[in-house]
T-cell receptor, first 113, second 114 residues
Framework: SQTIHQWPATLVQPVGSPLSLECTVEGTSNPNLYWYRQAAGRGLQLLFYSIGIGQISSEVPQNLSASRPQDRQFILSSKKLLLSDSGFYLC????????????FGNGTRLTVT | AQKITQTQPGMFVQEKEAVTLDCTYDTSDQSYGLFWYKQPSSGEMIFLIYQGSYDEQNATEGRYSLNFQKARKSANLVISASQLGDSAMYFCAMIGGSNYKLTFGKGTLLTVNP
């Protein structure tokens, strides 16, 4: 069966520091991969998605970036964190056709101080 | 563009009763999928149920059913026989057939009272 691993679970970082969040999927090949962010008490905002290695679609501002160095690995990065980057970051995967449910990891709670 | 509207910020239900969570959507795609997710206080997003735009029958998964009314563009979630463990945030979401982006509503916080 497929599983998704996301780490770390919690992270406290100072403003201006770099960020790297990692997500890996097991048990499937060529998954579609996603990064979402959820601000406190709000809905989910799509940040990036990828339907294959080397293909990244960005939905948000420039302070964040994403990479997919391997088929089942998705990394969210920032060179310099802002206070507004605080939130709950969720990685997700789906397979096959477009109309497939996304399955989410347990999330990373990021606090920028 | 896709839009999901959940008009109930919070709902209360007595244990063992049924509850309906509302969701309306808007899309220009002819083919699309509708989803409901549950988010407990621990934060993980749990997939509950899926309805395709061409599915003629309403989807059901255990105590969850999706009341799909295509002409009204609504996809309400019905939870039967509520349990205390159902207390959580519930999100309606959709994917249009022309892209891979899952768009979420703002959610409804369900509280089940004993």
């Amino acid at each position: 069966s497929q599983t998704i691993h996301q780490w770390p679970a919690t992270l406290v970082q100072p403003v201006g520091s770099p960020l790297s969040l990692e997500c890996t999927v097991e048990g499937t090949s060529n998954p579609n991969l996603y990064w979402y962010r959820q601000a406190a008490g709000r809905g989910l905002q799509l940040l990036f998605y990828s339907i294959g290695i080397g293909q990244i679609s960005s939905e948000v501002p420039q302070n964040l970036s994403a990479s997919r160095p391997q088929d089942r690995q998705f990394i969210l990065s920032s060179k310099k964190l802002l206070l507004s980057d605080s939130g709950f970051y969720l990685c997700a995967w789906s397979v096959g056709q477009i109309l497939s449910p996304l399955h989410f990891g347990n999330g990373t709670r990021l606090t920028v101080t | 563009a896709q839009k999901i509207t959940q008009t109930q910020p919070g709902m209360f239900v007595q244990e063992k009763e049924a509850v309906t969570l509302d969701c309306t959507y808007d899309t220009s795609d002819q083919s699309y999928g509708l989803f409901w997710y549950k988010q407990p206080s621990s934060g993980e997003m749990i997939f509950l149920i899926y309805q395709g735009s061409y599915d003629e029958q309403n989807a059901t998964e255990g105590r969850y059913s999706l009341n799909f009314q295509k002409a009204r563009k609504s996809a309400n979630l019905v939870i039967s026989a509520s349990q205390l463990g159902d207390s959580a945030m519930y999100f309606c979401a959709m994917i249009g057939g022309s892209n891979y982006k899952l768009t979420f509503g703002k959610g409804t916080l369900l509280t089940v009272n004993p």
